[in-house]
């Protein structure tokens, strides 16, 4: 694969829907998706202001012609060019993503879209379909499962290095919303997130429990079949969902538990995940993301560090530097970006498509499966099981 870009000539062309100047995961986005060379970025919507849309994207260094006060205004230039888009990066507030990833497929654009992927799990199946009758790419920006370690972790369970899996922690505090910050006061971000309706069925699993599941899941390589949670509030009188605690069954039986909060006073993003086989376990943790630690029963501890070199070629490709000096979420948004781009490309060029481990739409629809799960066990008691996604 390494000459496919050579031999498509040109880097691909994203349009962004968000990420103006103040959103600081626009940046993370603008930046891994020009980090490698795959792509460039050619204009976009950058508020769901019109006017502001196309101050934002000036100051971003847009074309003024290319800095769009809409989605549709978006899709209507872009593939009215020569050199028109080839894909959408969606990065804007929750309740707009659905709408947007479902405008660019129905154009023929391929979509790289931030997470929760739709409001609920309906609309998700509904990105499934739309994605497969378009033939058309769809990644989800789960940065953590695109660490190079957590590839690893994922790579070590295939591989059956620490046996059949039988138990699994993951964990993701935070403490963004540990105080009432729903009091104000409230500036645009809070705006949208503290609303319900525009944040998604529950906060707190729009924000960042929805990572916790995918890399619980993916690293496992099965999907939660059943849940029985307890969804609520740390804090007093909060409306929405700062907390949701749950047990897990995933395909085969295996036992999970799982804890998102961003009501954790004095936690930063703290991802934490555990798989236990019936021969030893993993552990990874965010605050040291690349690093993973293997303890099999009866052995020393191993810590295990990126860019070690005997990692599998596919772990040591999701790095960039070696081993000790840091990388993080950039270096992981990059793979995933780098990685839709060469399938991109390799699908236009009529070579075998490639198989890269970033998340795709029908990851993002089994997590709002999960949230509504987690709901519904909540609200009736005891276990719920989650939906399927729609058969292939
Ligand atoms: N993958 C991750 O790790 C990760 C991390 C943080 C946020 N996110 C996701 O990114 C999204 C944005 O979060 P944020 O914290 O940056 O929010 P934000 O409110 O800070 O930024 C949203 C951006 O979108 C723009 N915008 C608002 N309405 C728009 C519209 N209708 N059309 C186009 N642009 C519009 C705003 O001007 C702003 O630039 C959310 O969906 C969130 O879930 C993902």
Avoid at 3 to 32: E, N, Q, T, Y
Avoid at 342 to 367: C, V
Wanted: charged share 20%; aromatic share 8%; glycine share 12%.
């Amino acid at each position: 694969m390494s000459d496919v870009k050579a031999r498509f000539g040109r880097p691909l062309r994203l349009a962004l829907v968000g990420g103006g100047p103040a959103s600081w995961i626009g940046r993370m986005h603008r930046s891994a998706a020009l980090l490698d060379g795959w792509w460039e970025l050619v204009g976009g919507v950058f508020s769901g202001d019109p006017v502001r849309s196309r101050t934002a994207g000036i100051e971003l260094g847009f074309a003024p012609d290319r800095c769009y006060p809409d989605v549709d205004a978006m899709i209507a230039g872009e593939t009215a060019r020569e050199d028109g888009a080839d894909a959408v990066a969606i990065m804007s507030p929750n309740d707009t993503h659905y709408p947007a990833a479902a405008a660019a497929l129905d154009a023929g654009l391929d979509v790289i879209g931030d997470k929760p992927v739709s409001h609920d799990f309906a609309q998700a199946c509904d990105l499934v379909e739309r994605t497969r009758r378009k033939g058309r790419l769809f990644a989800v920006v789960h940065g953590y499962s695109a660490y190079p370690m957590t590839r690893y972790a994922r790579w070590l369970v295939k591989d059956g290095a620490i046996g059949e899996p039988r138990f699994v922690q993951v964990e993701y505090l935070q403490g963004s919303n540990a105080t009432r910050v729903e009091d104000g006061p409230l500036n645009r971000r809070l705006e949208w997130l503290f609303d319900p309706a525009r944040s998604g069925l529950a906060l707190v699993m729009s924000a960042i429990g929805c990572h916790a599941q995918h890399l619980a899941s993916v690293t496992i390589g099965r999907q939660v079949a059943r849940v029985a949670a307890e969804v609520g509030a740390l804090v007093p009188g909060r409306r929405v969902v700062d907390h949701v605690s749950a047990l897990l069954e995933f395909e085969g039986g295996v036992r999970g538990t799982f804890t998102a909060t961003n009501a954790a006073a004095g936690a930063e993003n703290d991802v934490r995940l555990r798989v236990v086989g019936d021969r030893g376990l993993i552990e990874w943790c965010h605050r040291e993301p690349s690093y993973l630690r293997l303890a099999m029963q009866g052995e020393p501890l191993r810590v295990i560090g990126r860019g070690d070199p005997y990692l599998p070629g596919e772990v040591i490709a999701g790095g960039r530097s070696p081993r000790g000096h840091p990388e993080g979420m950039l270096q992981a948004f990059a793979n995933i970006y780098g990685e839709v781009a060469q399938e991109r490309m390799a699908r236009s060029l009529g070579d075998p498509l490639p198989a890269f481990q970033y998340p795709r739409i029908e990851e993002g629809a089994h997590t709002m499966g999960f949230i509504e799960a987690c709901l519904a066990s909540h609200e009736r008691g005891g276990w719920a099981t989650v939906a399927p996604l729609p058969a292939q």
